[in-house]
């Protein structure tokens, strides 16, 4: 019996997302390859970056950014067609983050995988660290700091 696609897509971005915790760079992009127009819109914020940003030095740096993480994934719901599959997950890692001590770090994130021939690539990863939510007052100063720089 066959594993079926999004079967193997959750596990490969588990898999994947715990190597990167470990800073194995090499490891997460062996089991998720990304598409050529692939967007990443990260927790911390601040412009998209393309695919075309993902030079050898920014991959190098970002398994650099993490060190000594475990990651525990719970798959939240799972959109398919043909060519496309959706996951949304809530990424939980005990990581050191940038220079950071090890912490908690929960992330809740959409992951687009597209079929590209018998492959699936990702294409869009989008993470906010909002899991335990934040109150309006909160939301509406992040909103206006998007618009007005920082207060």
């Known amino acids: 019996m066959s594993i079926s696609p999004v079967a193997d897509l959750i596990q490969r971005s588990a898999d994947a997302n715990a190597a990167l915790m470990r800073g ?11 598409t050529s127009d692939f967007t990443l819109m990260s927790p911390f914020g601040g412009a998209p970056t393309r695919g075309s ?47 950071l001590p090890v912490q908690d770090w929960a992330l809740r994130v959409t992951l687009v995988y597209r079929r590209d021939g018998a492959e699936w690539r990702l294409a869009h990863r989008h993470a906010d660290p909002l899991v335990a939510g934040i109150s309006l007052e909160q939301a509406a100063a992040l909103t206006r700091q998007a618009y007005c720089g920082n207060e």
């Not at 194995?24 to 390859?33: I, K, S, T, W």
């Not at 475990?70 to 990424?91: G, K, N």
């Open 24 to 34: 194995d760079v090499d490891g997460y992009r062996a089991l998720v390859p990304i």
């Open 53 to 99: 940003d993902m030079t050898s030095e920014r991959w190098e740096a970002t398994g650099r950014f993490f060190r000594n993480g475990t990651l525990e994934q719970e798959v939240v719901q799972t959109y398919t067609s043909a060519d496309m599959v959706v996951l949304a997950i809530i990424e939980r890692a005990r990581v050191e983050v940038g220079g």
